[in-house]
DNA sequence: CGGAATGTTGAACCGTTTCAAACGGAGTGG
DNA sequence: CCACTCCGTTTGAAACGGTTCAACATTCCG
């Protein structure tokens, strides 16, 4: 992991306010971002952690197969995604991480890493000691139940991907991962975006879906032929949510975004 | 959730000993089973719950979308499988049950569920109500971990499977779905089962792997007549574990059954 | 035994991949 | 400022893998 590091050590119980992130990309600050991956635990104690903010470039490996990493960390702003490979070097890509989400979180179980986890744009992330968590967990049972939370809607998640890959047409399946973004990108409890930046590559998309590239491209024409979604290089907009929906079959139940992860049970 | 029921109230502080399980299908003792479970978890503890079983047949659902299920369960025989469907009716299995694990486990956190629970084959379930394993892990962290561990082991799982589907052909697909369920069926830390029985239908099989029946029917055939997989109604025969691996792109690191569940760390 | 579910086979079809070539834009160095 | 390169996008043609449809055989189960 390169890039530039600056490391943090905020004032105990004090809430970060930083200057607002200017990347049109996800309009979130960085006290929006950390607040997210906070509000699914306990923002106070998490708060009071020490952390390192590292800003990767595209294409970075971040964990890879293997790797028994000993931290985990909270994506600020850009986009990451966990994939692995077959025999053949084709890459599928399993999860898309979008800004203010917690990953390597699940190694604090599993000890070794049986996929990649990669930035796909550029990226800033926030790193936090593994120790840290491990021993809050320990005394606050409600922020381990929150953390499994957050691995429970990546199960979720994954499962509407198998579905899409497994049983949808390329024009469904892209459709679908569209929506799935218009929805994670919005706040809670808010309706999906309408327009957001997306700057992955064809391929990138390809390999979430499980298609070629060039497969992908022309899907995206006819989408965009449909008025669907009108065509622009990185940037989404979606004239019409229901339209888009219907051809996608999206049914957003399996993002749990309802759900109200302060008062999750403390299992 | 239909079948006879029984209910048992084992003696405190006492482990459960029962008559072998005669079913050739998995040559597993009830013993055994709920073994597998506390194994995940606390032996003596969870075997200290007052449970209930089932016998269900084929083809019943024990979850469905939108339930909100109060209990989790232990299966102890057959298989069962979690699915999806899309709009067009078409089915996608995310998840195939063996005999000993947990299911319904992630609804103690997401309240409402996103897909459905459905027995593939007769099985048997024993039904742990929801109140007393929670209260059990709020008292024993080491429970809870080992609770997450095992959502995490299912979401590496649902991973492998999105590289599987996404990017591998029928003929390695399936052969890999067999490959996992020869480890699976095994014991820790045993080779994979040389020969077991998987009794599904062809079309639970494409639902599974994301491809119809009458493809799953010739592919079948192929690797039969390759050798790889002789054929046999229900029971799977492995006569080269290497060969099959090879066609299969297999590599097991991703069920993490090297893990020692006893150990996990606590978070 | 009879009916339903599952397995088997073949032929036509079609969605997606593969291969190949060209294009466009962004960044770099001369 | 142009030429050059790199990367991603675009397009077309051919090949392929898997689906669909339909008919029939077989097994399972009440």
Known sequence: MGGEIETFRPP????????????????????????TAISIA?????????YTRHVVQAGEYLMREGDSP????????????????SGEEQRQIVTIHTPGEIFDLQQLHLETADHNIQSLTRCEIATIPRLAPRQLADERVT???????????ELAVAREWLLNIGRRNARARIAHLICEMALRLSRKGRPPRQSFQLPLTQEQLGDAVGLTSVHVNSTLKALAKDGLLPHSKH?????????????????????????????????
């Open 12 to 35: 105990v119980a004090t809430v970060i306010t930083m200057t607002a992130n200017s990347d049109p990309l996800v309009g979130m600050t960085d006290k929006l971002a950390i607040h």
């Open 235 to 267: 940037g989404v907009l979606i004239p019409h949510w229901g339209n888009l929906v219907g051809v996608a079959d999206f049914d957003s139940r399996y993002l749990h975004m309802n759900l109200n992860r302060e008062t999750a049970p403390s299992l």
């Open 42 to 50: 306990d923002r106070k104690l998490l708060l009071r952690l020490p």
């Open 143 to 153: 922020i381990a139940g929150a953390l499994v939370t957050a691995s429970l809607i």
């Open 70 to 85: 000993d931290n985990f960390s909270v994506l600020v702003s850009g986009f990451a995604g966990r994939h692995k490979t």
